[in-house]
């Protein structure tokens, strides 16, 4: 009787134990899985699987126009075109938990975006509500749903809930700037209907975005703690409720394209396990209710490099032929030689090649991320960033590729640039939590800050004075192009930088930048006069996007890496 009651009394504090720190079962494990392309036309915006996996639904995007297509996933040629191609942008699709309707958000002529419901198997659209600025989630027992809402004048997001026709709305919790919901992802409902999951931004200091979890009666807001990411895409509950499944990116990468992964958080101890791990950009992740199919859209980018004289941008010869050349970093070495990103067996590495297109050779040769070199004007270094050791930082190698030196030691080093002396690099780091630009010898040793802001990548100017970077002052002002001292500060001069654009350079006699724009799918090359002029489109392309550009030092050539971005939906399921 004694040792009864004691096992007795173990079990009841167990299981008392057990209820007040919430522990539950072992979270569902997706370590096997197979992937499988829904899509091959390389043009999907946005997708969602059925509740049972039977069916998917995705938007395509064609000369401006999108479509929004429905598809059992066991058969390739039975699409059906539930909207029409036409103008305007969605933004999420979500299916209804008996997969009898496909709930979306769009926006047509630049007005806000609103969510409709239209039958999977087609029919006429009912509009539910206006001025949503996520994905719908729709509870479980399809009652009820949730999105995110903006509201600039207030400078603050709402999660918002309401009945499944969209009436009457309740505000269930409320951030407030510089803290936010993030906006063009989307909430997910708990398998119990009891709790939601939901995307937040801290837009300080020390920027970051997590997943924090409401409760539906009360509102209350609760992060899971220690899991930051620069950028997480829409989660999804798994069907224990032990987990979410999302996609998030643990460096920044030139582009917009983050390379995120499909990762796993445990709740509620917040535990981070990596699904995918790959050189693809993964976003727009739904889940099946048995969690046994992960839907998402895998983005990728084709590109080669190709050398034009300068004054003749668009007379190009392209000298390089393996889809993905440069497309996360070039630069021209003071020989006329060209530095560069590629591709190959998963695996991120640097080249270097002549102008002509001959001798192409492999500098580095390791596992992960090598991209964004510069080459020192005495040509005996290139200084890149990896994740060779664990972490993005900064190394340098010799011309040759030998003698492999780390040189920073900080959270997410990258854009390198040697000034013109050789003796520096500059380059940008979140090693203060934001991303400024710090200095650091060329032989490594404790970085220098220049900057204290929101900071773009760094290009240092022909004689080595100035730095050009983008930049923006707080959370709620918009982006400039900005000229600073060599030695930091604030900036000296600004200029608009337009939407979409990136990859500023400086020209070579030091009086103008040049950055590439691009709009609708297309990109050209804009040059910025510094004497305060209006900026001047110097390239007419008409299709493809530039992801990078260099300037040969004389200034006579210029090499850019062109190609374009490949969308589509993949399925991985459980094996």
């Given at each position: ?388 050791s664990g972490a993005m930082h900064l190394w340098r190698i010799d011309i040759d590729g030998n003698h492999p030196v780390e040189l920073t030691h900080e959270e997410g080093d990258a854009h390198p640039q040697i000034t013109p002396d050789g003796k520096w690099v500059i380059y940008r780091s979140y090693k203060r939590g934001n991303p400024n630009l710090f200095r650091v010898s060329i032989n490594g040793g404790t ?19 100035f730095i050009a970077c983008s930049y923006r002052g707080n959370a709620i002002s918009t982006t400039k192009l900005v000229v600073i001292s060599i030695d930091g500060g604030e900036p000296l001069q600004g200029f608009e930088f337009p939407p979409d654009s990136a990859d500023y350079r400086w020209a070579s006699d030091g009086r103008s930048l040049t950055y590439v724009r691009t709009v609708e799918g297309t990109s ?52």
């Open positions: 009787m004694v040792i009864a009651t004691v096992v007795v009394g173990i079990a009841i504090s167990v299981f008392g134990i057990y209820k007040l720190r919430g522990w539950k079962r072992p979270m569902v494990s997706f370590e096997n899985f197979k992937a499988t392309n829904l899509t091959t036309n390389g043009k999907v915006v946005t997708a969602a699987i059925s509740p049972d996996g039977k069916d998917f639904a995705y938007v395509t995007a064609d000369g401006g126009k999108q479509t929004l297509s429905f598809r059992p996933v066991a058969t390739n040629n039975s699409n059906i075109d539930i909207v029409p191609s036409s103008e305007g942008d969605y933004l999420g699709l979500s299916f209804s938990p008996d997969g009898k309707f496909i709930y979306y958000v769009r926006s047509v002529g630049g007005e806000s975006n609103d969510a409709f419901k239209i039958p999977a198997a087609g029919g006429a659209p009912v509009r539910l509500v206006r001025d949503v600025a996520s994905a719908v989630a729709l509870s479980t027992d399809g009652k009820h749903m949730a999105y995110v809402r903006n509201y600039p004048a207030q400078t603050e997001t709402a999660l918002i809930v309401s009945p499944i026709d969209g009436f009457p709305e309740r505000k269930l919790a409320v951030m407030k700037s510089p803290s936010g919901f993030v906006i063009n992802s989307g909430p997910a409902w708990s398998p119990d209907d009891k709790q939601i999951a939901a995307l937040s931004e801290e837009n300080g200091s020390a920027p970051y975005q997590q997943v924090v979890i409401i409760g539906v009666a009360d509102g209350r807001v609760r992060s899971i703690d220690n899991v930051r990411w620069p950028q997480i895409g829409r989660a999804s509950w798994v069907h224990d409720g032990n987990s979410l499944v999302v996609t998030a990116s643990e460096h920044e990468s030139p582009q917009e394209l983050s390379y995120a992964q499909v990762w796993q958080i445990s709740y509620p101890s917040g535990q981070t396990k990596r699904i995918t791990n790959d050189l693809a950009d993964y976003h727009q992740l739904t889940l099946t209710r048995d969690s046994r199919q992960i839907l998402v859209i895998q983005n990728e980018r084709q590109a080669n490099l190709s050398i034009a004289p300068a004054g003749d941008e668009q007379k190009a010869a392209q000298i390089t032929s393996g889809n993905s050349d440069g497309f996360d970093g070039l630069s021209f070495a003071p020989d006329g030689r060209i530095s560069y990103s590629a591709v190959a067996n998963g695996e991120q590495n640097l080249w270097m090649i002549d102008s002509d297109g001959k001798n192409p050779r492999q500098l580095t040769n390791t596992q992960g991320i090598n991209r964004t070199p510069s080459v020192s004007p005495d040509r005996k270094f290139v200084v890149f960033s990896s994740d060779r970085p220098i800050a220049l900057t204290d802001g929101n900071v773009g990548p760094p290009d240092v100017s022909p004689d080595g004075k050209n090359i804009w040059r910025q006069p510094l004497d305060g002029g209006p900026p001047q489109q110097i390239t007419n392309f008409n299709s493809e996007q530039i992801f990078a550009t260099d300037w040969s030092s004389e200034g006579k050539w210029l090499v850019y890496s062109k190609g374009k971005r490949i969308s589509d939906a993949i399925l991985l399921s459980g094996i």
